[in-house]
């Protein structure tokens, strides 16, 4: 749930961005927050 409600909050701060660098600290804080949402690996098993 943190890892939806953190992506949603960065794109809505990403959308209304008033500078270059707050759209990148936007984007760089969506890919962290996506990170959280999507499962890990499976592990391979032989």
Known sequence: MTGLIG???AS???G???SFDMLV?????Q??????LA???PRCSA
């Open 7 to 9: 992506f949603a909050t």
């Open 12 to 14: 809505v701060v990403g």
């Open 16 to 18: 209304a961005a008033t």
């Open 25 to 29: 600290a936007a984007r760089v804080a």
């Open 31 to 36: 890919g962290l927050f996506a990170a959280l």
């Open 39 to 41: 499962p890990a690996a």
